[in-house]
């Protein structure tokens, strides 16, 4: 069974760049049948889709977001990433990557890792 | 962007009751309709995919239906590991949206 899992720094500065990388452990992310995206959940509050990247590279943003969010690939090191620019407090929130298949669903998910942005 | 509506956003009921939530769309969607199950400190797990089709694994007692605007998850006799947040998606469209959720507990 596929599994997927974050890594990344617990605390960021306000103003500065979040960088947070997903892992897959297995070869699924070389095929172009799923795309990869990052989620992010502030705590009480409901889920936001941040962006996807296909294997090829090719990514889409959330358009309230696109201006300051970066998702790239690296299907050889089985792992994609994400980078969030100019953070501020309202950033802090559980980010979770996750695999999604066609239109049909959001299969694996990764266990979230929590990211608060203060001084 | 699509906006999904869910309600009630949280329930209080009693074990082996019939649990229904709805989840309203602004605009059609098709069948691109998926429901997740949230425990508390867990990520999302899907439980019904393109509105109705159950994940593999996922109790009988979990169903969807639905088209157009409207969606509904039913549980049809409410178990105690029941108890979580549900929340809706869309995958017609991007930008990809949720419902706000909604939070099941026991009375």
């Known amino acids: 069974q596929v599994q997927l899992q974050e890594s990344g720094p617990g605390l960021v500065k306000p103003s500065q760049t979040l960088s947070l990388t997903c892992t897959v452990s297995d070869d699924s992310i070389t095929t172009d049948i799923y795309y990869w995206n990052w989620i992010r959940q502030p705590a009480g509050k409901g889920l936001e889709w941040i962006g996807r990247v296909y294997s090829n590279g090719e990514p889409y943003y959330n358009p309230s977001l696109k201006s300051r969010v970066t998702i790239s690939v690296d299907t050889s090191k089985k792992r994609f990433s994400l980078k969030l620019s100019s953070l501020t407090a309202t950033d802090t929130a559980v980010y979770y990557c996750?695999?999604?298949?066609?239109?049909?669903?959001?299969?694996?998910w990764g266990q979230g890792t929590t990211v608060t942005v203060s001084s | 962007d699509i906006q999904l509506t869910q309600s009630p956003s949280f329930l209080s009921t009693s074990v082996g009751d019939r649990v229904t939530i709805t989840c309203r769309t602004s605009q059609v969607i098709g069948n691109y309709l998926v429901w997740y199950q949230q425990k508390p400190g867990k990520a999302p797990k899907v439980l019904i995919y393109s509105t109705s089709t159950l994940q593999s694994g996922v109790p009988s007692r979990f169903s969807g239906s639905g088209s157009g605007t409207e969606f509904t998850l039913t549980i049809s006799s409410l178990q105690p590991e029941d108890i979580a947040t549900y929340h809706c998606q869309q995958l017609n469209s991007y930008p990809i949206t949720f419902g706000g959720g909604t939070k099941v507990e026991i009375k």
């Open positions: 996750a695999r999604g298949y066609n239109r049909e669903t959001m299969d694996v």
